[in-house]
């Protein structure tokens, strides 16, 4: 498992060094919360975010046993409460709503429509993708899934 590069509090790259973190800490089923959290703190780190980090361990971290007070899914929560790049989500959603099938080209759409919907923090089962997704398809495709006797309901089987 290559090591990871440190996450240094800059919001533009936080979706992405998430996403290897958790890659990465999957190398680690056996590992308790507290042990996991102690591995992502070890990458949270830089000039930008060292007070963040110090004030988060001071409220989170038992220095007498030794262990986080918190769940994983807790301190994931908070991080993206506090790095999340909402302005890049925001331009990648609006991105999604304009972006439009070309016929011939469903492979490409989709390609770059699921690369903006990770962009977007918007999951494959979000009504917005879905949404989005059915005013996009060209006219020849949409007219083909409305001529069935049963509408797909899911963005899967819409793809």
């Not at 507290?34 to 001071?58: H, K, Q």
């Not at 999604?96 to 494959?124: C, T």
Request: charged content about 30%; hydrophobic content about 40%.
């Amino acid at each position: 498992v290559r090591e990871l590069d440190a996450f240094t509090g800059e919001r533009t790259t936080y979706r992405t060094w998430k996403s290897q973190m958790e890659r990465y800490l999957a190398a680690h089923p056996q590992a308790t919360d507290s042990e996991l959290i102690t591995v992502i703190m070890s990458f949270v780190r830089g000039p930008n975010i060292d007070e963040w980090v110090n004030a988060y361990a001071d409220k989170h971290f038992d220095n007498t046993q030794r262990v986080w007070t918190i769940s994983l899914g807790r301190l994931w929560s908070d991080l993206d409460l506090a790095y999340t790049d909402c302005i890049g989500e925001h331009s990648a959603l609006q991105r999604m709503k304009e972006l439009r099938q070309k016929p011939g080209h469903a492979a490409e759409y989709f390609q770059e429509f699921e690369k903006l919907m990770w962009m977007a923090g918007v999951a494959h089962d979000d009504r917005i993708a879905l949404e989005y997704m059915k005013d996009a398809i060209c006219d020849r495709f949409r007219q083909a899934i409305y001529n069935r006797l049963e509408l797909p309901t899911a963005y899967e089987e819409w793809k």
